[in-house]
């Protein structure tokens, strides 16, 4: 017997997700245990628990998925968790908070993919980088080897500390600039090669009139789906297709949420089939959604 898999979900904020809980009940686990409020000094006791509950065969269909809505508290807890594992007892460990790793994913691989080329050496923006979706974007187009800025709707303050800390953790070096006005943005995109949206449900980011002032910009994308779009004119399912009468290929939110989703279920059924125990982060993300694109 191979025992059942199990997977327990750990929450820092007073809710588990729907969405991850059907996405890992889909993907091949029995059970979805979500655990609330969990602090990261409560990582060790409850993944110790989880661990020396089942015997050391049982261990690889145990998992714990680490979700919330900071990508830096996930990724500590991602450490804490695997620090506290043992053999033969190893489970298998995933953090996705907020989604924000696998949509992040997506919409990074997607781009190049539109693109056909590779982001090392383009200049990529990021609207809404102070976001999990936006942060972890900008560190993966830095990891590509892309110029990255930090696009700051309220001024350059935020930005530039999230840059420090995208450094800091990843090396990645990115710079933080003022977006709070039309002035600002129109400059920005004037140095543009590639623009990733990442801002609040219903919020318009970037106005066609924006888009048609910047000739050099060849790729605009963006993950909100709820009206008005992020990127005005840009359609939800848009996968290359010039947006408005402009040549900029446009990538739309369903497009990217459709390997986000792919992403995400191969994921959770890599854990849940898995022989031996897996570690998976923002970079296993973003392999497995280059694989969908």
């Known amino acids: 017997m191979t025992g059942k898999a199990i997977l327990h979900m750990l929450a820092p904020g007073p809710l588990a997700s729907p969405f991850d809980i059907n996405m890992a009940l889909d993907a091949g686990f029995d059970a979805v245990i979500p655990h609330v409020n969990v602090a990261l ?28 809505k900071d990508a830096l508290l996930a990724l500590d807890m991602l450490e804490a968790a695997r620090a506290t ?21 997506a919409m990074v691989a997607s781009a190049q993919a539109c693109l056909n080329t590779s982001l090392k050496g383009l200049a990529v923006t990021i609207f809404g980088a102070t976001g999990v979706v936006g942060f972890t974007a900008a560190v ?40 709070s006005t039309e002035a600002s943005k129109r400059a920005i995109l004037a140095t543009t090669d590639v ?25 605009v994308a963006d993950v909100n789906a709820v009206p008005p779009a992020g990127i005005e004119g840009l359609g ?5 297709t010039p947006v ?25 059924a890599r854990m849940s089939s898995a022989s031996r125990a897996v570690y998976l982060d923002f970079r296993d993300a973003y392999a497995t959604a280059r694989t969908f694109v």
Not at 145 to 168: K, Y
Not at 198 to 214: D, F, K, Q, V, W
């Open 236 to 240: 939800l399912q848009d996968k290359g």
């Open 85 to 105: 594992l043992l053999a033969p007892f190893e489970i298998s460990l995933f953090a996705d908070p907020a989604g924000s790793f696998t949509t992040a994913a």
């Open 41 to 68: 000094l409560d990582v060790t006791a409850l993944v110790q628990d989880a661990m020396f509950s089942r015997p050391p065969h049982y261990a690889p269909r145990t998992g714990v998925f680490i979700g919330g």
């Open 140 to 179: 993966l187009a830095g990891l590509e080897g892309a110029s990255v800025t930090l696009a700051g709707h309220d001024g350059a303050g935020r930005v530039t500390a999230r840059a420090d800390a995208m450094q800091a953790r990843f090396g990645v070096v990115a710079q933080g600039v003022d977006a």
């Open 244 to 268: 408005g009468s402009t040549r900029i290929m446009g990538l739309g939110p369903l497009a990217i949420g459709n390997v986000k989703y792919k992403t995400e279920s191969a994921l959770f």
């Open 195 to 219: 623009a990733l949206c990442a801002g609040p449900a219903g919020m318009n980011i970037l106005s066609t009139a924006m888009l048609a002032a910047s000739p050099g910009l060849r790729l």
